[in-house]
């Protein structure tokens, strides 16, 4: 193979691009689990990923994918046969409930578009409707990733208190934390899950799960086998610094640097950096004519954009041509978007230069793969972002 000269852009909604300060945190000497150095390092990032998750009670973090951490979130508050109200906003969700029906659970999945987050209208109806309070947890994803869809959360909370409904929130910000306004406590979230190879800055590795006080109430008599994901023994051993087994050290390492530039730049600058690159993102589809699949403004993705293709045009042929021909990788359509839509990841470690390399890379992909599209995506996008950018001593 010849080798692909500069670097390569991954711009797939997750795993995103790790920073240099990153890698180099990540290559550190691994340390003893069971010495000070390490309960220093265990309580800081615990501690900051508090402060990112907006979440004053415990937060917990497994080695594992985001998947493990969704299971964590069920075996730790669930019963076998309890109900679980979840909405098919896309394939993550879709994912989620079926790993709540393998363990036992009775889930109601709600049907959707695919194109729209959960309707909070919807949850008050149906927490309304369940005046035996059967139902004892609501599952939601924040950013559904394979949509480029989001779910209003606090508005979801509020038809949760409307409906007087006593049932546990759940709420899966993967593609959210380190991107999305997301507020655990505020919003009265009871168990996030979160994962490190989004808006965290890190390859893969780490699942984890913000809880709140309802969430270990309900640990307490929660009943479906839980061994590995049992929160009780991780959360003795957080309490010292520790971890009930070896811990992915390395990874914690790399978070303590991921935090620490999060918060250099300051959680809202980067949240606002999410939603200007969103925009401008936005503002190059529609200029090439193509179609944003997400189809409610207020619902629109910070992290991700999902772009229809023309009728009779195959999205992962456009997605091989941009490997082959610009070195960059754009996300798969997935489920029952495979082919129909590609997506654009702009979330974690980027700047308005790599953003616009990386819509450049589609509208020449879009040239090459003979999608009928019109020219200027990339000049749209520029636009808005010199009117946008936050440049000291701009003159009028
Ligand atoms: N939930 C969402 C919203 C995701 O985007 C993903 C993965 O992309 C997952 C869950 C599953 O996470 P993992 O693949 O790390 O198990």
Redesign the pocket.
């Known amino acids: 193979m010849v080798y692909p000269s500069g670097r390569h852009f991954l711009q797939i909604?997750?795993p995103t691009n790790i920073p240099d300060r990153v890698l180099r945190a990540l290559a550190a000497p691994t340390i003893d689990h069971r010495g000070p150095g390490f309960s220093r390092l265990a309580r800081e990032v615990l501690e900051g990923l508090g402060r990112v998750f907006g979440c004053s009670g415990p937060v917990v973090v497994f080695p594992?994918?985001?998947?493990?951490?969704?299971e964590a979130a069920l075996v730790n508050t669930l019963s076998p046969g309890d109900r679980v109200l979840m909405f098919e906003t896309g394939h993550?969700a879709a994912?989620?409930c079926g790993v709540a029906r393998r363990l036992g659970l009775e889930v109601e999945f709600v049907p959707g578009d695919w194109r729209h987050g959960v309707d909070p209208g919807e949850v008050r109806r149906r927490l309304a409707a369940d005046w035996r309070g059967e139902t004892k947890a609501v599952a939601v994803?924040?950013?559904?990733?394979?949509t480029g869809c989001t779910s209003r959360i606090a508005e979801i909370r509020e038809a949760m208190d409307e409906a007087g409904h006593p049932a546990l929130f759940l709420v899966?910000v993967?593609?959210?934390l380190g991107s999305i306004e997301y507020r655990h406590d505020e919003w009265g979230v009871d168990v996030a899950?979160g994962?490190s190879?989004?808006g965290l800055l890190l390859p893969?590795g780490l699942?984890i799960n913000a809880l709140s006080e309802r969430a270990l109430e309900a640990s307490r008599g929660a009943r479906l086998p839980r061994s590995y994901w049992d929160w009780r023994p991780m959360l003795e051993s957080n309490e010292e610094g520790y971890f009930p087994y070896t811990p992915p050290t390395n990874l914690l390492f790399g978070l303590r640097e991921a935090l620490a530039m999060l918060f250099e730049e300051g959680l809202e600058n980067v949240l606002a950096r999410h939603r200007r690159h969103a925009e401008a993102t936005r503002r190059a589809v529609r200029a090439w004519g193509l179609e944003v699949l997400c189809l409610e403004p207020a619902e629109y993705s910070a992290s991700l954009t999902a772009v229809l293709m023309p009728e009779g045009h195959d999205a992962d042929l456009l997605r091989r041509l941009v490997l082959e021909g610009f070195n960059m990788s754009l996300g798969a359509g997935l489920g029952k978007l495979a082919g129909r839509v590609f997506r654009i990841g702009h979330l974690g470690d980027l700047n308005d230069l790599m953003l616009v390399g990386a819509l450049g890379g589609v509208e020449m992909g879009l040239s090459v793969a003979g999608v009928p599209h019109s020219k200027g995506g990339v000049m749209a996008a520029m636009e808005y972002l010199v009117e946008t950018a936050p440049v000291a001593g701009r003159r009028a």
């Open positions: 909604p997750g594992s994918s985001g998947t493990g951490a969704w993550f994912l989620w994803v924040h950013n559904e990733t394979s899966d993967i593609s959210s899950v994962c190879q989004k893969p699942g």
